[in-house]
């Protein structure tokens, strides 16, 4: 094989993509709650359905951004963490897009993740109807 | 498109290996798969993570969660736990000494707080086994610049603007290296990367190999356009099979993707590389040696000038450099010349790796700018000295470098300091040693190694070393004379100054900087027949004190070699005449009833 700039770039983009996650990149991060209660009250589609999401927006902004800096600045990164705090909710999850504050939306179904997606991830608009609360416990 | 939630960043570094890291990774895949995640959940094996005292290592991404000492029954409770309800597990994580609270995230631990990442800024973020993995990371990007838009003038002017001199242990500037190879009269020209790394203790280039191969072929690649070669050498020491066994795929990779081989990115460059295996001979360090083993003679050194840059490989003219420096070449060749010279001192530029060893509690790999002080890397990296004991020297330069004591903890490490103190950079050993350490002791220690590995060719050295080892040995055997210090000190100067190479040429360091700053330990050695740090077996005697002897026997039981009489709860009495010093007595006594002096 002959390599050229045009490959290389070519193979960075597509391995990039498998690596954000590494270095905490990104315009949004969506964690979702998978405590006991969040697992027993469904997480686990609400898990798939914002991965699925995040997967085919992450697609069409590799496919769209002009360089690297782009791509980066509007990856959505989907992880997991434990119980919230308020199991009567789960299944919960918070959405943080870069700059703005935390909003924990709860008593989660894969249709209102879809909609979560477009209006708060991709849009910067929370769902105010679906929200628990804005921002975060303090921490000492 | 990457669909997965979490990175499992698995350290598969030599040390992890050792502490078992591929039970650890094959008992996550079997939970992960047991749970159904593979789809959610990628492992990812990397090169080692530096923290090699706590393996083995687990690195959760993107949330940068520390796990370490792992073991496979902890596997089921941390997926549980973590990757299933995404809940962490302190009790896995890293607990600063004397605290009760883990540290979840692996930047906020102190031994990664301080570092800064150059040569090592792919540990353990990538797996050093796909190349794709590098190229993501900006690989290969500043060796097609080099190639395609810089003149190989241009590529040695931002190596010597920026400052780098030889990681090895010599501190030549690498840009005038390559510029005197590239001025040299002849076609044939070679590369060599040095990674014969034969210091007891030092595993920096070893780690860096395995970590980061790209970036050692990389870096290769830009020396050879710039000095004008067709052909290099990865010298690694058969000893280091991971380090071999990466190395010799990532090539086949990058010669796979045409970034070995002939006219490479179109630019009419052609290069090859081939990786030879060292036998594990220390002098090989030694560049002229190290070029005498690759053409299959007895490695040797060669008596200089010429210089290899002149005549070298098969005569021809040769740049060698060793694997640090060689991987801090794609990062300059980048970010620029400034951006590199604006780290480190006026004449130390850039970061130095170092092997943290000896009695330290987080021993490990370390990456570090020039200037940081000793104090910094022993203490707030290192840890500080395990078990209650204090500091008392700290070697820097491997076998061959100086012991530099507590009163100079907060000299900045740099090429100069170093000198000036009487120890080398050398390629990074560090070795800290504590208040248990005879110096003498350790100076017959690394002049036994170094004569041990001279090769004999010429007489200071050959000769030189061996007689300072036996006046060492005399003196920690209570034999010592007056004047045994300064004829010491007479040969030291003449061995240095009259060796070939630079084998010869360090090997009394440790001799002379002991000497230097714990010249009373020599002296009570050989006036007071008293060995201070209690070490020497001839100068002590281990005695039972019969107001503390319980008579619990413990140390009749342990003795090797029956020389403790007693009976129960009766006060034990050792035979002086049968003692052999081992010191078991003295270990196994839980009433502090066995006294040495």
């Known amino acids: 094989m002959k390599m050229t700039m045009e490959e290389l770039d070519r193979i960075a983009e597509r391995q990039r993509a498998a690596t954000y996650l590494r270095e905490g990149a990104g315009h949004a991060k969506v964690t979702v709650h998978l405590g006991t209660c969040g697992i027993a009250a469904g997480a686990q589609p609400i898990l798939a359905a914002f991965l699925e999401k995040a997967n085919a927006a992450n697609a069409a902004t590799a496919a769209r951004a002009a360089d690297e800096e782009q791509r980066k600045a509007a990856w959505v990164l989907v992880t997991t963490s434990g119980c919230a705090g308020l199991c009567a909710r789960e299944p919960m999850a918070t959405v943080e897009v870069r700059g703005a504050v935390p909003v924990k939306y709860g008593d989660l179904t894969p249709e209102k993740v879809a909609r979560i997606f477009a209006e708060h991830v991709q849009g910067g608009r929370p769902v105010a109807e679906y929200a628990l609360v804005q921002g975060s416990e303090r921490i000492s | ?597």
């Open chain 2, 1 to 597: 498109m990457s669909p997965y939630r979490l990175h499992l960043m698995v350290c598969t570094g030599t040390g992890c290996v050792s502490n078992k890291s591929l039970k650890i990774k094959a008992a996550l895949e079997r939970e992960i798969a047991a749970r159904g995640m593979e789809r959610e959940i990628q492992i990812v094996t990397t090169g080692c993570n530096g923290f090699c005292a706590n393996g083995p290592i687990v690195v959760v991404k993107p949330d940068d969660i520390f796990y370490q000492f792992l073991s496979e029954e902890d596997v089921p409770r941390l997926v549980e736990e973590h990757f299933v309800k995404g809940r962490s597990v302190p009790s896995l994580m890293y607990t600063p000494p004397g605290e009760t609270a883990a540290i979840p995230r692996m930047q906020d631990i102190p031994f990664f707080a301080k570092q800064r990442l150059v040569a090592l800024a792919n540990k353990g973020i990538i797996d050093p086994e796909n190349i794709d993995e590098y190229i993501a990371r900006d690989g290969y990007r500043a060796m097609a610049r080099a190639l395609l838009e810089m003149t190989p003038e241009a590529i040695i002017a931002e190596v010597k603007a920026a400052g780098l001199r030889g990681r090895g242990g010599g501190g030549f500037p690498t840009g005038v290296k390559w510029e005197l190879c590239r001025a040299s009269p002849g076609d044939e020209k070679y590369v060599i990367c040095n990674g014969d790394e034969g210091d007891p203790g030092a595993f920096m280039d070893r780690s860096i190999v395995e970590s980061d191969p790209h970036a050692v072929i990389e870096g290769l690649v830009i020396g050879a356009r710039a000095i004008g070669a067709g052909e290099g050498f990865i010298y690694i020491r058969n000893e280091y099979p991971l380090a071999v066994s990466r190395m010799t795929r990532a090539l086949e990779q990058a010669e796979a993707y045409g970034l070995l081989g002939d006219d490479i990115f179109g630019s009419g460059f052609s290069f090859r590389i081939t990786v030879n295996r060292g036998a594990g001979a220390f002098v090989c360090g030694e560049e002229t040696s190290l070029m005498n083993s690759l053409e299959g003679v007895l490695p040797e050194p060669r008596v200089r000038p010429p210089y290899p840059v002149v005549s070298g490989y098969r005569g021809k003219p040769t740049n060698i450099n060793n694997v640090e420096t060689w991987v801090n070449v794609p990062s300059i060749v980048r970010n620029g010349a400034a951006w590199y010279a604006g780290i480190g001192t006026a004449s130390s530029k850039g970061t130095k790796v170092f092997s943290l060893v000896g009695k330290i509690r987080n021993t490990g790999l370390v990456e570090v700018p020039m200037g940081i002080t000793l104090r910094e890397i022993v203490h707030d990296i290192g840890g500080g000295i395990p078990g209650g004991k204090r500091f008392k020297a700290v070697q820097t330069g491997g076998p061959s470098g100086g012991c530099l004591p507590a009163e100079m903890l907060d000299l900045p490490v740099d090429y100069e300091s170093l000198t000036k103190a009487g120890s080398i950079m050398g390629s990074g050993g560090l070795i800290v040693m504590d208040e248990d350490t005879c110096m003498v002791e350790v100076a017959r220690y690394f002049l036994s190694f170094t004569q041990d590995e001279s090769c004999g060719k010429c007489t200071p050295c050959r000769e030189g070393t061996r007689h300072m080892r036996a006046i060492l040995e005399d003196i920690t055997k209570g034999k010592g004379r007056e004047g045994d210090i300064e004829l010491l000190e007479e040969m030291a100067r003449l061995v240095k100054d009259t060796s070939l190479c630079g084998l010869g040429g360090t090997a009394p360091n440790p001799v002379l900087t002991t000497i230097r700053y714990f010249r009373h330990e020599y002296e009570a050695h050989i006036r007071d027949r008293r060995c201070p740090a209690r070490v020497c077996k001839d100068l002590i005697t281990f005695t039972i004190l019969p107001d503390k002897c319980t008579g619990c026997m413990a140390c009749a039981k342990n003795c090797p070699v029956n020389c403790i009489a007693g009976e129960r709860k009766k006060v034990h009495v050792i035979d002086q005449s049968l003692c052999i010093k081992c010191g078991n007595c003295h270990s196994v006594c839980k009433f502090a009833a066995v006294r040495v002096e």
